[in-house]
């Protein structure tokens, strides 16, 4: 074999090798796709889960509010006057609210929404505060008004600052959810006990404009 041909055999491609490495470059495709398909539906399936676990523990919520209501000639926290005062008034921070509650309640751990990563868990309504709680109070709800808005996730806003920890929401404002819990959504627990999973162009058209209330007095933790 002369020299041109040597060189000439010596330059034509390995086709083993080039299927070889083809057949490596689709597994790894395939691979990569693999764990990030999984890592997905892993991480849906988590929100999802913490979602539901939000929800049931609005539920819990309401049910508690109903219970002491039972109790009280149908009237929550917000509702009952002592000696011509209020047992609670707009100045009260929301854990005063709930731990009037506590009874019903029984634990700290069903104020604590799974998705919200910047409250803690109490051990008990002794030692007990804000930073335990992931849900705001509806100061004008009442258990003979079913549509009036009673608990939800802490992440709402109306785009304007508190007011003495308050929010005020009406039909005409920009009222929603921020992204720091279940990416830009919420929950919320009506004065009949039932609960609303919301996007927020949902909340302010049904929620908001059912409430029996002109404008709604929300007290955030």
């Known amino acids: ?87 609670v008034n707009e100045s009260t921070p929301v854990y005063q609210y709930l731990q009037l509650l506590q009874n019903e309640l029984g634990t700290p751990k069903v104020v604590i929404c799974p998705d919200d990563k910047k409250r803690k868990l109490a051990n008990n309504f002794t030692n007990f505060g804000n930073s335990n709680i992931s849900y705001f109070i509806g100061l004008d709800a009442h258990e003979t008004l079913p549509q009036s808005i009673l608990a939800g996730d802490r992440n709402i806003t109306n785009g304007l600052p508190l007011r003495n920890g308050i929010l005020d929401l009406t039909t005409n404002q920009m009222a929603g959810f921020t992204d720091e819990i279940h990416k830009g959504q919420g929950n919320i627990a009506l004065g009949d006990g039932s609960v609303q999973q919301v996007r927020s162009a949902r909340f302010r058209a049904e929620i908001i404009r059912n409430a029996p209330f002109a404008t709604n007095l929300i007290k955030l933790p």
Do not use: W
Request: net charge positive; charged share 20%; glycine share 6%.
């Open 1 to 87: 074999m002369d020299m041109k041909t040597a060189t000439t055999s010596s330059r034509k491609p390995n086709h083993s090798a080039l299927a070889l490495i083809d057949v490596l470059i689709v597994i790894g495709a395939l691979a990569f796709g693999v764990t990030f398909f999984f890592s997905y539906v892993s991480r849906s399936r988590g929100c999802k889960a913490q979602r539901i676990t939000c929800v049931n523990n609005l539920k819990q919520v309401g049910l508690s509010f109903r219970l002491y209501a039972g109790d009280n000639r149908d009237r929550y926290p917000m509702n009952i006057s002592t000696n011509d005062e209020p047992l």
